[in-house]
T-cell receptor, first 116, second 114 residues
Framework: DTEVTQTPKHLVMGMTNKKSLKCEQH?????MYWYKQKAKKPPELMFV???????INESVPSRFSPECPNSSLLNLHLHALQPEDSALYLC???????????????FGNGTRLTVT | GNSVTQMEGPVTLSEEAFLTINCTYT??????LFWYVQYPGEGLQLLLK?????DKGSNKGFEATYRKETTSFHLEKGSVQVSDSAVYFC?????????????FGDGTTLTVKP
């Protein structure tokens, strides 16, 4: 069982919808991440939160809006997405971002998003 | 910048065959190296890691040794099973880069046939 829980597992949304992806971890980690993964590709970093503050935004379009309400929770708010945004969205956590060079990432099983 | 190059797949083996998946890297500092595995329908999970030169990471029969002289971290397993069928990602993390950024290879798909 994964220690990072993501909901929902699957999501189908239209281009005018607003939806949110949720992620939760209870390992006491202080860094949380959103990755996007297309089929047969490596995960691409979108956002990093360190101690509940946004520390990295990889030039992600504003139709993706992250939120970190507390140290255990991470949300990704979606609005006016495009079909090319269809992908597997992975949440991850690590002990903290500054020591991430030797602290592995713990991934959830992802949300499979389809934009119609 | 940092980069990771993995051998191209897919790789298809018979059960009990020997596995090697090559991984080489370039990094500006002294990176830590990781192998992650992704089973169908799941997220990535850490398979093993090594944080300094000559370290050997091992887990579930898989091994990889951090070779600074050849900038490599090849994954090996002596006898694969059908359940090892998955996508394997080599990755590095470098304390000199932005904290929280890992660099992943493109992934190698392994299929093990009975």
């Amino acid at each position: 069982d994964t220690e990072v829980t993501q909901t929902p597992k699957h999501l189908v949304m239209g281009m005018t919808n607003k939806k949110s992806l949720k992620c939760e971890q209870h390992m006491g980690h202080r860094a949380m991440y959103w990755y996007k993964q297309k089929a047969k590709k490596p995960p691409e970093l979108m956002f990093v939160y360190s101690y509940e503050k946004l520390s990295i935004n990889e030039s992600v379009p504003s139709r993706f809006s992250p939120e970190c309400p507390n140290s255990s929770l991470l949300n990704l708010h979606l609005h006016a997405l495009q079909p090319e945004d269809s992908a597997l969205y992975l949440c991850a956590s690590s002990q903290d971002a500054s020591s991430s060079y030797n602290s592995p990432l713990h991934f959830g099983n992802g949300t499979r998003l389809t934009v119609t | 910048g940092n980069s990771v190059t993995q051998m191209e797949g897919p790789v298809t083996l018979s059960e009990e065959a020997f596995l090697t998946i090559n991984c080489t890297y370039t990094a500006t500092g002294y990176p830590s190296l990781f192998w992650y595995v992704q089973y169908p329908g799941e997220g990535l999970q850490l398979l093993l890691k090594a944080t300094k030169a000559d370290d050997k990471g091992s887990n579930k029969g898989f091994e990889a040794t951090y070779r600074k002289e050849t900038t490599s971290f090849h994954l090996e397993k002596g006898s694969v099973q059908v359940s090892d069928s998955a996508v394997y990602f080599c990755a590095l993390s470098d304390m000199n880069t932005n904290a929280g950024k890992s660099t992943f290879g493109d992934g190698t798909t392994l299929t093990v046939k009975p």
